[in-house]
């Protein structure tokens, strides 16, 4: 559910949300970035620093490249990975005055093991809901740094925060109640996974460009940021 929901909206304020590239089945063109390939005359050389770039960022392994005709090579190396927090409105139960926290993106399904207090925040949130044993619930994200999980209904309205400890994975009985009325937006933090690659090119006469771009994971594609 998260992971769609920061698939249509990576972008914001600040460096996060300056998109350079989108999704890769949209052309290889939209993966030339960064000081190497734009510092490349050659259209074909400039392609395949985009393309091992695009393969780099999808599979977390370094990759090489080679133009035949005009001699150039290089390669796109992974040398960092690291989250970036994303803020992302999200749909709210009526009434919960949800609270902002960094949340790592999760969508499965689980049930409560028994009667659970819905908080607004982590710990010491106020309490909006309550969930019988059994109830089924989405885990929209998990909490960085607390066992606590903020969870939702089947269709993906944040409901608020329980604590991981009363949770477990599967199907449950019965769905959650959610307050009738107009639903609230909220803003949260998704951590997005990232990765630092850096690409080298290598001309026919020798000139060696090096420089370093980030590309991270919206929705189920990899973008340059």
Do not use: H, M
């Amino acid at each position: 559910i998260l992971g769609a929901v920061v698939g249509n909206r990576l972008g914001g304020d600040g460096d996060t949300g300056r998109i350079l590239g989108t999704v890769a089945g949209a052309g290889i063109g939209v993966w030339v970035g960064g000081k190497v390939a734009c510092g490349l005359s050659d259209r074909g050389d400039r392609e395949r620093v985009a393309e091992s770039t695009r393969r780099a960022a999808e599979t977390g392994q370094s990759q090489t490249w080679r133009n035949d005709r005009t001699g150039a090579y290089g390669r796109a190396e992974i040398v960092g990975n690291e989250s970036r927090p994303t803020p992302t409105d999200i749909q709210v139960a009526p009434g919960v005055g949800l609270a902002r926290e960094r949340v790592t993106p999760d969508g499965r399904d689980f049930r409560a093991t028994r009667t659970v207090n819905v908080r607004s925040a982590p710990v010491n949130g106020a309490v909006v809901n309550s969930l019988a044993p059994n109830t089924g619930l989405k885990v929209i994200g998990r909490v960085q740094g607390k066992p606590w999980s903020l969870v939702g209904s089947g269709d993906g309205v944040a409901l608020g925060y329980v604590s991981n400890g009363l949770i477990a994975p599967g199907a449950g009985s019965t769905s959650p109640n959610v307050p009738e009325g107009r639903y609230d937006t909220a803003t949260v933090d998704v951590l997005v996974p990232c990765r630092i690659i850096r690409q080298t090119a290598t001309e026919r006469n020798g000139r060696t460009q090096t420089g370093e771009v980030t590309a991270c994971r919206q929705g189920d594609q990899w973008v340059l940021v």
